[in-house]
């Protein structure tokens, strides 16, 4: 949905349209982690990745850091092995990494890169890519396979994209992703 039908359901729900821009304007500026940005490095210790995970948190949200920054998670994190009803890898791997999440831009994923277990923020996957498309949120355009296409792309012609989103690939030597929104707004690249 574009930016003038939201504000359009936003004032028939009663909103101020001021409110409505000021809430949107915020959302945009709100700090995020970029594609490819590595939180921890390979590292398989749970204490290890919390502490880089809150570290990511602090940097981001301060307010959420200090939510999520509990007392059994301070236990833990100074070295008391012995919580009875903390779960380490349960709260870093099913709520933490949802955390995260919601710091990731769109068509991106918070977990560890599938080449070397590097934590951080990257492009989702095939699988992932697949999925959106049949959803049709999301038009995939591989420069290898429709040259033309991604040549108009790059150059701001978005007349053939019907989805809110395209993602473009780029096999040459210099592989890269990236994601446009259907405006021409280069979103992320990676």
């Not at 936003?10 to 409505?20: H, Y």
């Not at 068509?107 to 049949?134: H, K, M, Q, R």
């Amino acid at each position: 949905m574009n930016a003038a039908l939201h504000l359009a359901a936003a004032v028939l729900e009663g909103e101020d349209p001021k409110e409505f821009l000021k809430r949107m304007s915020a959302a945009a500026s709100k700090p995020h982690l970029e594609p490819g940005e590595e939180v921890c490095h390979a590292t398989g210790i749970t204490r290890d990745l919390l502490r880089s995970c809150f570290e990511a948190l602090k940097n981001l949200d301060p307010a959420t850091y200090q939510e999520e920054l509990n007392d059994e998670v301070q236990s833990y994190l100074g070295g008391n092995e012995n919580l009875e009803d903390f779960d380490p890898e349960w709260y870093l791997f099913e709520h933490l990494y949802s955390v995260l999440q919601k710091y990731c831009p769109p068509f991106t994923y918070f977990g560890n890169l599938e080449a070397d277990g590097t934590l951080g923020c990257w492009p989702i996957g095939s699988d992932g890519i697949e999925e959106a498309v049949d959803r049709g949120d999301l038009t995939f355009v591989n420069e290898g396979q429709e040259p033309e296409r991604y040549a108009a792309i790059l150059n701001g012609d978005f007349s053939t994209i019907q989805t809110p989103y395209v993602m473009v690939k780029s096999p040459g030597a210099t592989y890269s992703i990236a994601l446009f929104a259907k405006t021409g707004k280069k979103i992320w690249e990676w």
